[in-house]
């Protein structure tokens, strides 16, 4: 079984930068991708990147391209996402999610089997 832990949520000001982190343990070995989604009050949840594990391969939103950089340190097993010039629209509970399956598109929540706890971003004006 894989357990996520995530960490680095904030509240800050539009413009300013945050770098969330998700820390993977257990059976990592079984992990093709991890991926950073988030949920604004009252609205779905969204994508926002993904990556590969072994390749290190990465897809962005549109909406964070530019902005956001996903990585991945595999001798920690942790992802990180950096999150620059933020803005009021980006507040909203960021989770990260681990996929045990391939292929998969990175996208779509359902493919993701392992969430983490969540952690509140909250970007003033």
């Known amino acids: 079984q894989v357990q996520l832990v995530e960490s680095g949520g904030g509240l800050v000001q539009a413009g300013d930068s945050l770098r969330l982190s998700c820390a993977a343990s257990g059976r990592t070995v079984s992990i093709y991708g991890m991926g950073w989604f988030r949920q604004a009050p009252g609205k779905a949840r969204e994508f926002v990147a993904t990556?590969?594990?072994?390749?290190?391969?990465?897809t962005y939103a549109n909406s964070v391209k530019g902005r956001f950089t996903i990585s991945r340190d595999n001798a920690k097993n942790t992802v990180y996402l950096q999150m620059n010039n933020l803005k009021p629209e980006d507040t909203a509970v960021y989770s990260c999610a681990a996929t045990q399956r391939w292929p998969y598109t990175g996208a779509d929540a359902n493919e993701y089997q392992v969430w983490g706890q969540g952690t509140q971003v909250t970007v003033s004006s």
């Open positions: 990556i590969r594990w072994s390749s290190g391969i990465t």
